[in-house]
């Protein structure tokens, strides 16, 4: 296994436009994590799934921003009506639990123009 | 809730010298500790963590960290940096038992090795 994988590595999209992204994490570990990461800021968290569920929602995820793993594995990252506010780097992370530390991919980095 | 301060925003160092990166957190309940790199344009790499036990925490490329309860600090050092360490460096902590998913990172210190 290579690790967490992201897709695309890069996005530029016109304001007001949806964009999705896609995570795939390491094959055996349930838990998967997206965040999102601003020039000069650490990552912030956004949601948390353990295998299919999602079992946490930051407050910012605001209700343009909806997340999936319909089968336990991959997710997506849907952002509807982007807004230049939303450009950011999109992090996504796996693990088997919170004590193993988190694998980090290599991210997703939105711009609105 | 948690938080994380990096106390320096940036900190530039000549090759081979040592090097601290200071971290501070706060928490009410037992925490996890993490260290992590992030090369430009990539994402972030795990140098270590510090979940319980010995306080000394050795991790990935010469890095190592002391965990001290009492002044609630988690600062990295390297005794002989190389350029090739040039990167931002970010402190996190986790609740232990808490909020599973909330890894709350620090700004980040941006480390500039020197020839």
């Known amino acids: 296994d290579t690790g967490v994988s992201q897709d695309p590595r890069h996005k530029i999209t016109k304001r007001g436009q949806n964009v999705t992204f896609r995570c795939d994490p390491i094959s055996e570990h349930n838990r998967l994590y997206w965040y999102r990461q601003t020039l000069g800021q650490g990552p912030e968290f956004l949601t948390y799934f353990q295998n299919e569920a999602q079992l946490e929602k930051s407050r910012l995820l605001s209700d343009r921003f909806s997340a999936e793993r319909p089968k336990g594995s991959f997710s997506t990252l849907e952002i509807q009506r982007t807004e230049q506010g939303d450009s950011a780097m999109y992090l996504c992370a796996s693990n088997l639990g919170q004590n193993y530390g988190y694998t980090f991919g290599s991210g997703t980095r939105l711009t609105v123009v | 809730a948690q938080s994380v301060t990096q106390l320096d925003s940036q900190v530039p160092v000549f090759e081979e010298a040592p090097v601290e990166l200071r971290c501070n957190y706060s928490?009410?309940?037992?925490?996890?500790l993490f260290w992590y790199v992030q090369y430009p344009n990539q994402g972030l790499q795990l140098l270590l963590k510090y979940l319980s036990g010995s306080t000394l925490v050795k991790g990935i490329n010469g890095f190592e960290a002391e965990f001290n309860k009492s002044q609630t600090s988690f600062h990295l050092r390297k005794p002989s940096v190389h350029i090739s360490d040039t990167a931002e460096y970010f402190c996190?902590?986790?609740?232990?038992?808490?909020?599973?998913?909330?890894?709350?990172f620090g700004k980040g210190t941006k480390l500039s090795v020197k020839p």
């Open positions: 928490s009410s309940v037992s925490v996890y």
């Open positions: 996190a902590v986790s609740s232990y038992g808490g909020s599973q998913g909330n890894l709350i």
